[in-house]
């Protein structure tokens, strides 16, 4: 077996690739996502691209059924039990107001995912150094339990005490005690899912992880169920939300880890492909048919933080730091009085965008695509889809033209505009907001809609250059065959760095060595095919927020404080003369798999002919004008195309403006540079 699998669930489509390592051959196709029954996307997905189920060596999936489940708040009704006292730990929080909410009198907090009668506190009790206080009362446990299932209904548990960072025994003695009277009944831990201190933090995520277990359950059951009736009998992987793959039985444990698994892929796929190509400063763009994530990577690496958010619930695992705003393909325009918006509401992939002809009424960022000439409607998909351009630029004008009384045109460059604004302020949040000049960056565009859209981005906020990579609306996909296996490990351990001597640090960490080492190799990797990388967590004494500090190959605890006065000098302008102390100390376990390579090309002399040329809109100009129109396939290393001009690929279009070239790279990425906005 030599074929490598990977299947990415979008809002609107299934994006598939398969990786033959024998002939180093890549082969992506896309289906529709089936949001009923997300396992028939999938399966149609995998046909479609032609993978022999029996011949592949490896499936790896990226999906958004968690975060799906999330965001819509149709997860499994969830209990919590916890120690006897502390039943509203997680309803009060952190009692602080959301930043874009801080001034609104009128803000109400929102509903609880777990209501009151539904948390449940226990005897028992650990101090903070994780010593037995008072024992577990495992008959109230009992009764909890039957509290919850029998009388709420619950499908999942949540169970979290007090200092269970320190010492899990309590909790898993609860698990257990649940798991043998309600072996049905989906439990999860917090010392399972992190090994951190803050109670709400750590609540908090074990809920979120038992909100999404039950559905995730079953999804990975049916679909696991379903390969293997096609004869599939090889490991199955899914991708994590903080970077790498995990194996599927892994991901059920906690499926929490598996959030943002979708987004996480193209950025795994553009670090590597940024490292091989000598761009190690990133912002990558990923715009599908829902929405748009942005992200930063930084000396080849994604930035990853700890202690992220989703729907105001915080959550305390690794996951990239990537900003989603609703402006995909398929988000829809609308009016707000005379005030035009876009997103964040979605036409998703039924109905989908007006132009899809499957019933969709309100016009979206496709159906203005169509409108200003950038999609042809009669090679949609390389022609597998015919789309109806004369109902979207009808929705357009009766939608939002007529009562602006406007054109269709000037209508569908204001959606643009708007999408524009939105993505510049969302990527302004993780650069500019974090000292970041984004003019220092390349951009990578991927997605459906990247490619189009992502030029536009770049000359409104002066970035020099746009790298479009191959394959570039399956992109994620193809990230999620670069993965490796990863697993976190964590301790708190909170000291002053005076009182540590180096010994004290390098036990922690040859602990957490054997943790992850006996993890990968159980799943098949050698010694020689796994990397351990330490990092440190530290801040000075008073502070509350920490910086990540590099820990390999440190020989001293004076190395260890200049790297984080270097670490905080870097991250805030300055360093102090407090103390400094180490909060959480961090292994990332990673298991090395053979990647899809990146082949060069020797370049070529000669300037590629247009294919045809059509009528669109060029935001250089501010008018309609003629865009030459090139295949991608003719497209050789070393040539290059003045704009303005569409390159048409199979499953998603290139577009530039007539103040941008783009010239193709040795790798066969577009990269494509100029702009009056630099």
């Not at 009388?151 to 949540?158: R, S």
């Not at 002399?605 to 991608?632: H, K, L, N, Q």
Request: with cysteine.
């Amino acid at each position: 077996m030599t074929e490598r699998l990977a299947v990415d669930i979008g809002g609107t489509f299934v994006d598939a690739i398969t990786f033959d390592r024998s002939t180093r051959d890549v082969t992506v196709e896309k289906a529709s996502t089936t949001p009923d029954e997300p396992e028939s996307g999938v399966l149609s997905s995998i046909e479609k691209v032609g993978a022999t189920l029996e011949d592949t060596e490896a499936f790896v999936h990226g999906t958004t059924l968690g975060l799906n489940a999330v965001l819509e708040r149709e997860g499994a009704a969830t209990g919590i039990i916890t120690n006897e006292g502390f039943e509203d730990v997680y309803e009060i929080g952190r009692t602080n107001v959301e930043r874009e909410s801080m001034y609104d009198i009128r803000y109400q907090k929102p509903e609880s995912i777990v209501a009151r009668r539904r948390r449940v506190g226990v005897p028992g009790r650990l101090d903070a150094n994780g010593e037995e206080v008072e024992p577990l009362d495992e008959d109230a446990i009992r009764d909890a339990a039957a509290q919850l299932v029998e009388e709420q209904d619950v499908d999942g548990i949540a169970i979290c005490f007090l200092h269970s960072y320190r010492n899990p025994a309590h909790e898993r003695a609860a698990a257990r005690i649940v798991r043998e009277a309600y072996p049905d009944v989906s439990v999860s831990i917090s010392s399972d899912i992190t090994r951190e201190y803050r109670e709400y933090e750590r609540t908090s995520t074990a809920v979120m992880d038992a909100y999404i277990k039950p559905i995730f359950e079953t999804y990975i059951d049916n679909l696991d169920s379903e390969l293997t009736d096609e004869g599939f009998d090889a490991p199955f992987f899914v991708t994590r939300s903080g970077g790498g793959t995990l194996t599927a039985d892994s991901a059920t444990d906690a499926p929490v880890h598996t959030i943002l698994s979708g987004p996480a892929g193209g950025l795994i796929g553009a670090s590597n492909v940024g490292r091989e190509t000598g761009r190690d400063d990133l912002i990558t763009v990923d715009m599908g048919g829902t929405s748009l994530d942005a992200c930063v990577i930084e000396d080849g690496t994604p930035a990853v933080k700890y202690d992220s958010r989703l729907e105001h619930q915080p959550l305390m695992i690794p996951v990239y730091d990537i900003r989603t705003i609703g402006a995909g393909g398929g988000s829809i325009a609308w009016l707000d009085g005379e005030l035009l918006k876009v997103g964040p509401q979605s036409a998703g992939a039924d109905p989908g965008p007006v132009a899809y002809g499957h019933g969709g009424t309100e016009p979206t960022v496709t159906d203005a695509a169509v409108a200003l000439g950038y999609i042809d409607p009669d090679d949609f998909l390389g022609g597998d889809m015919e789309l109806d351009a004369d109902g979207a630029k009808a929705a357009i004008d009766e939608t939002l033209a007529d009562p602006l009384d406007s054109s269709v045109t000037d209508v569908s460059r204001g959606v643009f505009d708007v999408t524009l604004a939105n993505t510049v302020g969302a990527i302004r949040e993780i650069t500019i907001e974090k000292g970041l000049d984004p003019r220092e960056f390349s951009m990578m565009a991927f997605g459906g809609a990247g490619p189009m859209f992502v030029p536009l981005l770049a000359r409104e906020m002066g970035v020099e250059e746009v790298v479009v990579p191959k394959a570039p609306s399956v992109f994620s996909a193809l990230g999620m065959l670069m993965a490796d296996v990863v697993y976190d490990f964590a301790r708190t351990n909170i000291e002053a760095l005076t009182d540590l001597e180096l010994s004290d640090l390098e036990t922690t960490f040859d602990d957490l060595d054997a943790e992850a080492l006996e993890t990968l190799t159980d799943e098949g990797f050698e010694e020689d095919e796994i990397d351990l990388e330490h990092t440190l967590e530290m801040r000075y004494l008073g502070q509350e927020h920490t910086v990540e500090v590099d820990a390999n190959g440190i020989q001293t605890i004076d190395e260890v404080s200049d790297r984080f006065e270097d670490k905080h000098e870097d991250r805030y302008g300055h360093a102090m003369d407090d103390p400094p102390e180490v909060v959480h100390q961090r292994v990332r376990a990673i298991g090395r798999n053979d990647k899809p390579p990146l082949e060069r090309e020797d370049p070529v002399d000669g300037t590629p002919e247009p294919i045809g040329s059509r009528d669109a809109y060029c935001f250089a100009v501010d008018e309609r004008t003629a865009f030459d129109v090139y295949d991608r396939g003719d497209l050789r290393s070393g040539m290059s195309i003045d704009g303005p001009a569409v390159v048409r690929e199979p499953t998603t279009t290139i577009v530039f403006h007539s103040d941008q070239t783009a010239t193709v790279d040795e790798y066969g990425q577009l990269v494509i540079s100029g702009g009056d906005a630099q």
